[in-house]
């Protein structure tokens, strides 16, 4: 049995929606493979998967390698794909050496852990260890499924992470994080329109979007943030404008690429040159990062958004609340490490914006390599908010990896990698989250590595996966578990 298992096992897992809070599709095929083969199994009641395999013959006294990897994937897709990623399968494309969907994220992240998993799992030929295959949920909204993981089942002192990006790579540490979420309470008031009055869709589209913690140091430009800064403008040139609605982004951990303001003005004109004024220094500004950067005030069909002749639409105060929040609250990059040459300390990203007649509704990825930053960070944006009239609460908290000098595994797999491979492994430490610094606080003495095949543009409807990468790391894979 070869890779052609683990091309078949993405595909299959591909069909089953599998979306951060939507795992229990996922979830019931992995007990369900578990079952077909007579693996021990263990689930627990948010949809986490244990699936142990025992020992080959001959391998009985070799340590236990726990293998991990999360079921969940982020779902984003093109403004003009009907795709529903409550129901409907990725439909997956091969393009040279890249797989990748049709107008949606692959799902490579973390999809490509599970078929690996899988394939090991059923391969009887293989001369390895006991295998301790754990599937983790909700990975990608704070890391939940590892902070309720029961790891009692686990007997491995050894952790195989499978969720990084870049072959040869191998992660030793990660930065903590959390995810704020600032509430600011809504107040409509009924406009009369009358025949002056026009909508018209304000939207920042054409970026590139992104990882927000791999490409937060790429200077990538931030749809919501833009977004804010061309109300700010508008509010600030005097122009006459009532906000309907807000949305843009979809995940806090994705640099959102779209975003917009639905409007009610009599000065279509004034808002529109306003924000082109802007897009003019946009360009320059995100020239290498974002060259396709868009403003647009386009027109809307005004009866569409009317009650007989009223419209609702935010109050001035209301307006002004988000729109000076938005503008007062820090975004990318705050600090650079002063110990790890190149990498980012402390980030956050603002990844959701969402409105409805009650609230408005903002979501930013909060991440650092010192988990005492993250507290400050979740303090700053809570006296921010509270100035704008507005709340802000936590969810999904976790801990930074410590990079350890000393590891056996690690130290391992590197020997094996530059022994097989003519390129050299490298060591890094970054600044995206993997959950290994979440398991390892649940098992005293843990060795953990993350690797993985080259994937581009996660998060993003351009994400896709080398084919090639995968099948070397595969087969890396195996050799690390034959010679563990």
């Not at 979830?27 to 080959?56: P, Q, T, W």
């Not at 236990?64 to 403004?79: S, Y």
């Not at 509270?386 to 391992?412: C, D, F, I, N």
Request: proline share 3%; aromatic share 6%; net charge negative.
């Amino acid at each position: 049995m070869g890779f052609e298992r683990v091309e078949y096992y993405f595909g299959e897992i591909s069909k089953i929606p599998r979306g951060s809070g939507n795992e229990k599709g996922i979830s019931d095929y992995l007990v369900g493979f578990a079952k077909e083969h007579g693996l021990e199994c263990y689930r627990d009641e948010i949809y986490n998967v244990i699936i142990i395999k025992e020992a080959s013959k001959g391998c009985e006294g070799s340590e236990p390698v726990i293998l991990q990897g999360h079921i969940d994937m982020v779902c984003q897709k093109t403004l003009e794909s009907e795709h529903d990623f409550t129901k409907d399968p990725i439909t997956l494309l091969i393009d040279g050496d890249f797989l990748h969907a049709d107008g949606t994220t692959l799902g490579g992240d973390d999809g490509i852990a599970v078929a690996y998993m899988l394939s090991i799992l059923e391969n009887d030929e293989l001369q390895i260890p006991r295998i301790e295959c754990v599937f983790t949920v909700s990975e990608e909204v704070g890391m939940d499924g590892a902070i309720a993981l029961d790891v009692s089942p686990l007997k491995g002192k050894r952790l195989i992470n499978i969720d990084s990006e870049e072959e040869g790579e191998f992660i030793a540490g990660c930065a903590g994080g959390a995810v704020s979420n600032p509430v600011i309470p809504v107040k409509t008031e009924e406009r009369t329109v009358t025949s002056a009055d026009t909508a018209i869709r304000l939207s920042v589209s054409g970026l590139l979007g992104g990882h927000s913690g791999m490409e937060i140091d790429k200077g990538r430009a931030n749809a919501i943030c833009k977004l804010a800064e061309i109300l700010l403008a508008c509010n600030n040139a005097g122009a006459d404008f009532h906000i309907v609605s807000l949305s843009g982004g979809g995940r806090d951990n994705a640099i959102p690429f779209y975003a917009e303001a639905v409007l009610i003005t009599n000065e279509p004109e004034r808002l529109e040159e306003t924000a082109l004024s802007l897009l003019t220094d946009a360009k320059k500004e995100f020239a290498e990062t974002d060259p396709d950067i868009l403003y647009k005030a386009e027109p809307l069909d005004i009866k569409e958004l009317l009650t007989g002749d009223k419209c609702d639409v935010y109050t001035q105060e209301t307006a002004g609340l988000f729109i000076k929040l938005m503008n007062a609250l820090p975004n990318g990059i705050l600090k650079m490490s002063e110990d790890l040459e190149n990498i980012v300390e402390t980030s956050l990203n603002w990844g959701i914006l969402a409105s409805d007649k009650e609230k408005i509704s903002l979501s930013a990825g909060l991440r650092s390599m010192i988990d005492n930053e993250v507290d400050k960070l979740i303090k700053k944006i809570e006296d921010i908010a509270s100035e704008y009239k507005a709340t802000a609460s936590v969810s999904g908290r976790y801990q930074a990896w410590q990079y350890s000098k000393h590891s056996p595994l690690r130290e391992k797999m590197i020997e094996i990698y530059d022994k097989t491979h003519e390129d050299k492994a490298k060591v890094v430490v970054i600044h995206a989250g993997v959950e290994c610094g979440t398991i390892a606080a649940k098992i005293p003495g843990l060795d953990a590595v993350s690797f993985g095949p080259n994937m581009y543009d996660v998060h993003t409807v351009n994400e896709r996966l080398s084919i090639s990468s995968a099948m070397r790391s595969y087969d890396f894979l195996l050799e690390v578990l034959k010679e563990i």
